[in-house]
């Protein structure tokens, strides 16, 4: 039985008057790849950013790999892609690469950038500055930035946003690479289709709730879709 | 350490890259100085009592310049939260940005006096380079200030204006301070007051340096 590498009991996040979150629970083992649906203001970001430990709940647990995550003790395990690519427009990809390396303490920092660099296919555009740079290939540098200190747990918080087709099947594929490597990543999308496709298990948030949680064997994303409408359904005529 | 390195290292290499801040600061600080000059009909006498203030003004004015663009590059693209991300300490990653910003000040000013000298004719003597010490002082103060602010800003829309409202009135003394001390080195001659205001300005900057560092990392938060 693996362990899980994150347990959310009862999270509950307010802004101000805003409720955020309104006591989410889940869990996700090691090695797994969950994906999180739900609409816009469903609470996706809130929850993500929860995780990676940039904002705190308001109530409720949160363990990532056994510690909470805003002690920051296990920040070099994980790598958020979300539709910022953290990276400096007047640097070279070389030099954001050195640059976010140094911060993570990459050992070996030379080698591995040249091989990121080789495996998102940008090694010939090595010197370029980044502001030359198509919003394609932004965003394969964004994913060698994010796999540069090899983390073991990715959190993509709907990294498919203003990506033309080339570049979305390319995310698709690093995601695939990264899941046969045994990496957990968390993933949050309103994409029924391709959330299911890649997805071992998934959980739906409607209204800051969480309204179904189950393994994706043998869902289409038609039923998906259909039993997400009646959910939703259900949960407005409750308001 | 590195972590501070790395910063700094990234700041100025994207600099010398654009040279944006340090040609609006050049720009800015040449007008003030032609715009006293020869504007204004004043005499030598009030123009020397009035110089310090000019200097600090340039310094100032220019540095806020500097300070916006080294945090607008932390905001382009998350690259803050990008930041606060890696395992870093946030109170190492503000103080990469505060030597940063303050490296890059000090060169500014180091560049832009000797110009200041030649356009108000000031006489020198070993007494003008205590303006070394004020300038890192004076300099400090407002860094220090400016770093965490400006954390705190980046995530507002009004970013300049908020910035603006909550900088000028803590950096006030410092600057009293500095265009004080300035004032007596201009002159050739330090009052008996020069001493104990640089002490001020010393306990100032220790003091808003350490507040700053611990509060970084809750700044930086969401
Ligand atoms: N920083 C914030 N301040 C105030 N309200 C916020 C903030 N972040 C999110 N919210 C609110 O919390 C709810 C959930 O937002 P979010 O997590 O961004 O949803 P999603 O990512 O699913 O679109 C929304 O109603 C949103 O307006
Ligand atoms: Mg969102």
Same mark, same amino acid.
């Given at each position: 039985?693996?362990?899980?590498?994150?347990?959310?009991?009862?999270?509950?996040?307010?802004?101000?008057?805003?409720?955020? /979150?309104?006591?989410?629970?889940?869990?996700?083992?090691?090695?797994?790849?969950?994906?999180?649906?739900?609409?816009?203001?469903? +609470?996706?970001?809130?929850?993500?950013?929860?995780?990676?430990?940039?904002?705190?709940?308001?109530?409720?647990?949160?363990?990532?790999?056994?510690?909470?995550?805003?002690?920051?003790?296990?920040?070099?395990?994980?790598?958020?892609?979300?539709?910022?690519?953290?990276l400096?427009?007047?640097?070279?990809?070389?030099?954001?690469?050195?640059?976010?390396?140094?911060?993570?303490?990459?050992?070996?920092l030379?080698?591995?950038?040249?091989?990121v660099?080789?495996?998102?296919?940008?090694?010939?555009?090595?010197?370029?500055?980044?502001?030359?740079?198509?919003?394609?290939?932004?965003?394969?540098?964004?994913?060698?930035?994010?796999?540069?200190?090899?983390?073991?747990?990715?959190?993509?918080?709907?990294?498919?946003?203003?990506?033309?087709?080339?570049?979305?099947?390319?995310?698709?594929?690093?995601?695939?690479?990264?899941?046969?490597q045994?990496?957990?990543?968390?993933?949050?999308?309103?994409? /029924?289709?391709? +959330? /299911?496709?890649?997805?071992?298990?998934?959980?739906?948030?409607?209204?800051?709730?969480?309204?179904?949680? +189950?393994?994706?064997? +043998?869902?289409?994303a038609?039923?998906?879709?259909?039993?997400?409408?009646?959910?939703?359904?259900?949960?407005?005529?409750?308001? | !350490?590195?972590?501070?390195?790395?910063?700094?290292?990234?700041d100025? *290499?994207?600099?010398f890259?654009?040279?944006?801040?340090?040609?609006?600061?050049?720009?800015?600080?040449?007008?003030?100085?032609?715009?006293?000059?020869?504007?204004?009909?004043?005499s030598?006498?009030?123009l020397?009592?009035?110089?310090?203030?000019?200097?600090?003004?340039?310094?100032?004015?220019?540095?806020?310049?500097?300070?916006?663009?080294?945090?607008?590059?932390?905001?382009?693209?998350?690259?803050?939260?990008?930041?606060s991300?890696?395992?870093?300490?946030?109170g190492?990653?503000?103080?990469?940005?505060?030597?940063?910003?303050?490296?890059? !000040?000090?060169?500014?000013?180091?560049?832009?006096?000797?110009?200041? #000298?030649?356009?108000?004719?000031?006489?020198?003597?070993?007494?003008?380079?205590?303006?070394?010490?004020?300038?890192?002082?004076?300099?400090?103060?407002?860094?220090?200030?400016?770093?965490?602010?400006?954390?705190?800003? #980046?995530?507002?829309?009004?970013q300049?204006?908020?910035?603006?409202?909550?900088?000028?009135?803590?950096?006030?003394?410092?600057? #009293?301070?500095?265009?004080?001390?300035?004032?007596?080195?201009?002159?050739?001659?330090?009052?008996?007051?020069?001493?104990?205001?640089?002490?001020? !300005?010393?306990?100032?900057?220790?003091?808003?340096?350490? #507040?700053?560092?611990?509060?970084?990392?809750?700044?930086? *938060?969401?």
């Open positions: 039985m693996n362990q899980p590498v994150i347990i959310a009991e009862n999270l509950r996040k307010e802004f101000g008057r805003v409720v955020a /979150l309104r006591g989410v629970s889940f869990q996700v083992e090691e090695g797994a790849f969950f994906t999180i649906f739900g609409r816009n203001g469903a +609470g996706k970001s809130t929850l993500l950013s929860i995780i990676s430990g940039m904002a705190s709940a308001t109530d409720g647990r949160i363990r990532v790999f056994g510690e909470d995550p805003g002690e920051r003790t296990h920040r070099h395990r994980l790598s958020v892609i979300s539709h910022e690519s953290f400096y427009d007047n640097l070279t990809a070389l030099e954001n690469l050195a640059f976010y390396g140094k911060l993570y303490q990459v050992e070996n030379n080698e591995r950038m040249h091989a660099l080789d495996q998102v296919g940008l090694h010939h555009r090595r010197f370029d500055l980044v502001h030359t740079f198509s919003r394609g290939m932004v965003q394969r540098l964004t994913i060698a930035r994010a796999i540069l200190h090899n983390p073991d747990l990715f959190l993509l918080d709907e990294p498919f946003t203003g990506l033309d087709q080339h570049a979305t099947e390319m995310l698709i594929g690093l995601m695939d690479d990264l899941k046969s045994g990496k957990t990543i968390l993933l949050t999308t309103h994409d /029924l289709q391709i +959330g /299911l496709r890649l997805s071992t298990s998934f959980m739906l948030l409607e209204r800051q709730r969480v309204v179904e949680t +189950g393994t994706s064997d +043998g869902l289409t038609e039923l998906l879709r259909e039993k997400y409408f009646s959910l939703v359904k259900t949960s407005e005529a409750g308001q | !350490m590195n972590v501070i390195w790395a910063i700094i290292r990234k100025f *290499q994207m600099e890259r654009t040279k944006e801040s340090i040609t609006a600061m050049w720009i800015f600080s040449l007008l003030i100085f032609v715009i006293f000059n020869f504007t204004f009909e004043i030598r006498l009030l020397l009592q009035i110089s310090g203030g000019l200097l600090w003004v340039a310094f100032i004015f220019s540095g806020m310049l500097g300070l916006n663009r080294s945090f607008q590059v932390e905001r382009e693209n998350g690259n803050l939260r990008g930041l991300l890696t395992p870093a300490d946030p190492l990653i503000y103080f990469g940005k505060f030597l940063s910003t303050t490296f890059f !000040m000090l060169i500014f000013e180091a560049l832009i006096f000797p110009l200041f #000298i030649i356009f108000y004719d000031i006489q020198l003597s070993l007494v003008t380079l205590w303006i070394i010490p004020i300038s890192i002082l004076g300099t400090l103060g407002f860094t220090s200030l400016g770093t965490i602010l400006s954390a705190v800003a #980046i995530h507002t829309k009004q300049q204006i908020l910035l603006s409202l909550l900088l000028w009135p803590l950096i006030t003394p410092i600057i #009293i301070w500095a265009v004080k001390t300035t004032g007596d080195v201009l002159a050739g001659e330090l009052s008996a007051a020069f001493q104990p205001v640089m002490v001020r !300005m010393l306990v100032f900057d220790v003091i808003f340096t350490t #507040i700053s560092y611990l509060l970084f990392e809750y700044v930086v *938060q969401e």
